[in-house]
């Protein structure tokens, strides 16, 4: 029954799917194509993020990512994590196992949230595109005003959560290994 109610929203948005399918064939063919091609790039994706993942939880040890990305990092461990963060490939979602790792190892929560923030909106590659197709003074606007939105949702969030959540999300992070 639990594992049921694990998988409720699945089951309902797939029999949502084959109801839509049922009344407009066209619209419900399309759904399931999109929702078949975002799973196939799923499966391409995250398989290379896990094993990363499993080489930096293996390789980097927890002292060394605290002295980077840790409580007394300063302005080294924002200018890391948004370099790790922009330097990064693939969807967003593949920076929240990152930053689970990231929790893990002792980053600063603010540190977690800028690489996220650099994950979803200063890629490298994503710059490079925007600078030939849209001009140097279009990037350089958009990423000035991208990285100080980052820094100030970082200071906020982490301004709003008490410490009492943030450690309660930190236990989270850990108990997700048992």
């Known amino acids: 029954m639990k594992k049921l109610k694990r998988y409720a929203f699945f089951i309902s948005v797939l029999a949502l799917t084959g109801i839509l399918a049922l009344f407009n064939r066209d619209i419900g063919v399309k759904a399931i194509q999109t929702t078949f091609f975002s799973l196939k790039e799923m499966l391409l994706i995250l398989p290379p993020i896990f094993i990363l993942l499993g080489l930096l939880d293996v ?60 994950w979803s909106t200063t890629k490298i590659p994503m710059l490079l595109f925007e600078m030939s197709s849209l001009g140097l003074k279009f990037t350089l606007t958009r990423l000035t005003v991208s990285l100080v939105g980052i820094f100030v949702i970082a200071f906020i969030v982490e301004r709003l959560l008490s410490r009492q959540d943030i450690e309660a999300l930190y236990r989270k992070a850990e108990e997700r290994d048992s």
Not at 59 to 83: A, C, D, H, Q
């Open 59 to 118: 390789w980097v040890p927890r002292e060394t990512m605290i002295r980077y990305l840790g409580e007394g990092s300063g302005i080294k461990g924002m200018v890391i994590s948004i370099f790790i963060g922009s330097a990064a490939a693939g969807p967003l979602y593949g920076a929240f196992p990152v930053a689970l790792v990231l929790m893990r190892k002792g980053a600063k929560f603010s540190n977690v949230l800028l690489f996220i923030g650099a």
